[in-house]
């Protein structure tokens, strides 16, 4: 795996991945390489043009893997607000730290993404209203 730091609250990771006749294997190993300790992983599916996340988390920091189709990211923190767009083709994957609002939309058909958590389920650790969310980090 290779970082790059692209923004002050996202990282982009490329994913090696290993491709013959048969097909491509891509491994995720939880070592000290990955961007974050994994207590959690779950699976977004959804249709196309539509919208998921619009929350963001006090503590919580995720790594968005797309492993099917094609997503827009909404992100919004302090000092970012930009759409960025993610594919599965291209074995990247993102980092987003807490305090960052996401809005996800599905731009194709059959999609998966991947979502890897350094935290187990919190309910506490959502903000899922933008009003909040905006006064918690000082934008108005």
Not at 65 to 72: D, I, K, R, T
Request: with cysteine.
């Amino acid at each position: 795996m290779i970082q790059i730091n692209i923004m002050k609250k996202i990282k982009k990771t490329k994913i090696k991945s290993y491709k013959n006749s048969s097909g491509k294997l891509i491994p995720f190993t939880f070592d000290k390489k990955f961007p974050i300790k994994a207590k959690r992983i779950f699976y977004i599916f959804g249709k196309k043009n539509k919208i998921r996340g619009e929350h963001a988390h006090k503590k919580c920091s995720q790594f968005l893997y797309p492993l099917l189709g094609n997503f827009q990211i909404n992100i919004l923190t302090k000092n970012l607000n930009k759409k960025l767009t993610i594919s599965s083709t291209k074995n990247i994957g993102f980092l987003i730290k807490p305090k960052t609002w996401l809005k996800i939309k599905i731009l194709s058909k059959s999609s998966i993404l991947m979502v890897v958590c350094n935290m187990k389920y919190d309910f506490s650790d959502y903000i899922e209203d933008i009003t909040e969310f905006k006064k918690l980090i000082g934008l108005k």
